[in-house]
């Protein structure tokens, strides 16, 4: 089965990368997964251009046809002003708002305080949700001082909630019906389409 | 083959000084260039119509009606007539004139409009796009093969008893092609009549159109009205030629980049490489354009964009002349060769009599 890891990280290195990688592997310990990363830092020309044009370029067809074809999907991006990037969300937009309905979608953020991780309740996943995605229940959020300790009385470590958030996306995808290829587009019939209208003839 | 322009009307400013042409003068270098596309051999001019800025061409049978009047050959088309905010039965009219006026040489090009407003401007919803589009039509295609029509539909009011004038020119309709950038149901309409297809293949990658022209020809073919290869389609382009390849990239250049519709956007080198357009010697445009038949089959009429960005009219004027003189000469030629004995060309007046005539009974 697919995995596709789709990061909007900035940076080089990108802690969101790396909470990315993090979370595959997790679920690659689960499931029988091929994993595969796009960075949406490699395609943000690519994504502008395809507000202005209208259509994608083969660079970021390749990518929506990642997305597309995968089994499910690790979504990982920094929170800027209270919500997702701007590029990570502009990534979705040039989607098909199909493309992803019933998919299996892990949520996941960083930000340099854990006062913005509710930002992955209330901006990522009604984005996910629109999407009909279906998103695991776990989202994993990592402030900076999680990848130093970052557990207290109260909250597990970024390690334990990484290991309860991969197990969620394994269980779904395990119990995921393999998926035969696409039905080709189906032609509404001329005939349908008049008689839709009810014409009187 | 018909070889010809067909222009969206837009009034830009030219990047390059600055200076924006007025109305008036846009309009009346729409004309010039008609006038010019007949000179230099061209076959067809279509326009576009729009009814907002900035564009100017609200009005494509009045515009076509001068053109008429002050040309032999040039067959005379739009791009498009929006079927889905216009009266079908204004259209009937307005074109079936234009048939009496240019003794036949016109034919319309339907599809749906270039901005959501133009619907409510015309006290229509877009959600109802494409049921505009199939029942308007088939009103239309009924009002000119029927005297008298009785009617009643979704979206106007019933006629009862309605003939609509004057009939078409020897009854014979203008032949109708439907574009469409993205609607699988307008091929699926285009095949059920036996109409003409036209993609505007200009502005996005090829795939995206043939994916649609291939529907509508199997389509054509399931509806009974030959095989797939013998529909009738047709094929935007966009080019900017130079007889020195640098000299038309550095000339298109600014125009590029700050263009409507894909300015401020990729680079002219990735959008030649994405999409139909060309910016090369004429040598580039014939083998680009060649190329086309291998995508889409052996095709009926191609259009070329040429006048739109902001470029003086002085420059499209000499785009025409190498248009004319150096590209479509050996695209008609290579075109003609190994072209299938089946593919019939685009239809026209004259032959659409013909076959009328073939086909009415003896004595009749």
């Known amino acids: 089965m697919k995995l596709v890891v789709v990061t909007a990280g900035l940076t080089q290195p990108s802690s ?31 994504i502008a251009n395809n507000f202005v044009t209208g259509f994608a370029n083969a660079r970021l067809r390749a990518a929506i046809e990642a997305v597309t074809e995968a089994d499910a999907l690790v979504a990982v991006t920094p929170i800027f002003s209270g919500s997702y990037s701007g590029l990570f969300k502009s990534f979705f937009d040039v989607i098909d708002n199909t493309a992803l309905a019933g998919k299996p979608v892990l949520i996941a953020a960083t930000g340099g305080t854990a006062r913005h991780s509710l930002a992955l309740e209330h901006a990522l996943r009604p984005l996910f949700a629109y999407l009909r995605a279906v998103v695991v229940p776990t ?63 | 083959m018909q070889f010809g322009i067909f222009s969206v009307g837009d009034v830009t400013t030219d990047p390059t000084n600055g200076r924006t042409p ?27 119509e729009h009814h907002n800025p900035p564009f100017v061409p609200s009005s494509p049978t009045t515009m076509l009606g001068y053109i008429a009047a002050r040309t032999e050959r040039l067959q005379l088309s739009t791009a498009t007539t929006l079927i889905t905010t216009n009266d079908p039965v204004k259209i009937a009219e307005d074109f079936a004139m234009l048939q009496h006026l240019a003794d036949g040489r016109v034919d319309v090009m339907l599809g749906r409009g270039n901005t ?16 505009l589009a199939v029942e308007n039509y088939a009103l239309l295609h009924k009002l000119w093969r029927e005297d008298v029509v009785d009617w009643e ?78 529909a009738v389609v047709g094929l935007g382009g966009q080019v900017f030629m130079r007889k020195n390849s640098q000299d038309a990239v550095r000339e298109f250049r600014p125009y590029f980049d700050v263009a409507p519709v894909y300015g401020h956007g990729p680079s002219l080198e990735e959008f030649m490489a994405e999409t139909p357009l060309t910016v090369g010697s004429p040598q580039q445009v014939i083998d680009r354009t060649l190329e086309f038949r291998e995508f889409f089959g052996d095709y009926q009429r191609q259009l070329f964009l040429m006048d739109h960005a902001g470029l003086p009219l002085k420059t499209v004027l000499e785009q025409l002349d190498l248009l004319g003189e150096e590209v479509v000469p050996v695209l008609r030629k290579e075109f003609a060769k190994d072209r299938p004995a089946g593919v019939p060309d685009a239809p026209t007046h004259a032959s659409l009599l013909a076959a009328r005539n073939d086909s009415a009974p003896v004595g009749a």
């Open chain 2, 116 to 131: 959501g407003p133009v619907y409510p401007w015309f006290g229509q919803d877009i959600r109802q796009g494409i049921p």
């Open chain 1, 139 to 201: 989202a994993v959020y990592a402030a900076s001082e999680d990848w130093g300790g970052g557990r207290d009385a109260f909250t597990d470590g970024l390690g334990e909630r990484i290991a309860r958030a991969a197990q969620e996306l394994a269980d779904l995808l395990l119990r995921r019906a393999p998926r035969g290829p696409e039905p080709e587009a189906e032609v509404v019939p001329f005939e349908q389409q008049l008689a839709a209208l009810r014409l009187v003839e």
């Open chain 2, 153 to 230: 539909g979704r979206f106007r009011t019933p006629l009862q008893g309605f003939t609509s004038t004057p009939r078409p020119l020897d009854g014979v309709p203008p032949f109708v092609w439907h574009g469409s950038i993205r609607s699988p149901e307008i091929a699926e309409q285009a095949a059920y009549y036996g109409d003409g297809f036209f993609a505007n293949h200009i502005f996005w990658p090829k795939e995206h159109f043939m994916r649609l022209i291939s529907l509508y020809r199997q389509r054509y073919a399931h509806y009974g009205h030959g095989t797939p290869e013998q």
């Open chain 1, 16 to 46: 969101t990368r790396l909470l990315g990688d993090r979370l595959a592997e997790a679920v690659a310990q689960r499931a029988e997964v091929e994993v595969s990363v796009i960075e949406l830092r490699d395609l943000a020309v690519d």
């Open chain 2, 22 to 48: 007025t109305e008036n003068e846009r309009i009346k270098a729409m004309v010039t260039i008609a006038l010019k596309a007949e000179e230099v051999g061209l076959d067809v001019f279509a326009t576009g």
